[in-house]
């Protein structure tokens, strides 16, 4: 059974497209995934076939529309009877379903985020734009997954529609990479991720001048780059905040393992954010790096389940809470963190997405 994947980025670093397509591929399915140029065409070795449509707009909305015209045209060519479709995010799911409906083959929607309700699109035209566009399509979407549980229950309540299959981004288990005699000076506060707005970066950084003893080490990249270096500079943090730019994945892995401490600090300016659970989370858990995180619902059932860190409610706390995790150091989450990391993995959202496509070639093969 073919299944034809499709996702708006270069492929990279999207690290949940590649663990749905590793798994896949490795229970019998043959695979071919699509991506774009948007960002750079960086080499990449896959155990499957992809390939990425060469986008020449530089503006992204244009690139939004150039996508979803080549995209349609590109499935037209490499789909057939026995393939099955895989639209990740909403920025692809317009020509998937309208293949899906001219081939008559099914389609499978995976939402990582809830696209109209992020933060970049609030307030704008063209939050009513996808707005549309996700109440024609997603009711009569068959098959849906999601990345939280919260994102579930919301999609079934605003739609009317059967709760999609949860399956979160948690990274590969890996053993505990910790060596607890290494003991950092200055410690080391870590966020990873898109830097972004809404994501508690210029807090973070403006609480640095409280905290003592300790650095702030950003590892990412994004439109806010350049904002947030000139507000460290003027605050005098240069030596207190280093951004490390955008990393290989193995190579942040190794940065993410030498913190003390990995923030998750999101904004409430969006349902998206507020239902998340992010990525970075379950990453610094499998680090066995304790966690700074808002208290939103999913990264709030994290902290409360395995006391695995502090929760804010106000980003005025950030510093306080920082130091009680900085006193407390790693080595006292140790039995904490290493319940999480076995429970929070890919390990167990596999058999959920196995699962659905089983469900998916049942039906309709």
Partial sequence: MKVIVSVFNNLYTDQRVEKVCASLAENGYEINLIGNSWGGLVKMERNYSFSRIILKSKILRY?????QWKLYHDLLKK?????VLLSNDLDTLLPNYLISKKLGIPLVFDSHEIFTEMPSLNGRFTQKIWRKLEQSIVPKVRYMMTASESYADWFAKTYHIDRPVTVQNFPIKIDNPQQYSEINFPKIILYQ??????RGLDKIITAMSKIEDAELWIAG????KNEFELLTKTLGLDDKVKFLGKLLPKDLREITKKADVGLSIEENNGLSYYYSMPNKVSDYIQARIPVIVSDFPEMRKVVDRFQAGEKIKEHTQLADKIKIVLQN????YTYNLNKAAAELCWEREEPKLLQLFKKVTDENF
């Fill in 63 to 67: 690139a939004y529309l150039e996508f």
């Fill in 79 to 83: 789909a057939d009877k026995n393939s």
């Fill in 193 to 198: 991720g898109v830097i972004n707005p809404s």
């Fill in 221 to 224: 990249d994004g439109p806010k």
């Fill in 329 to 332: 150091g790693k080595s006292f």
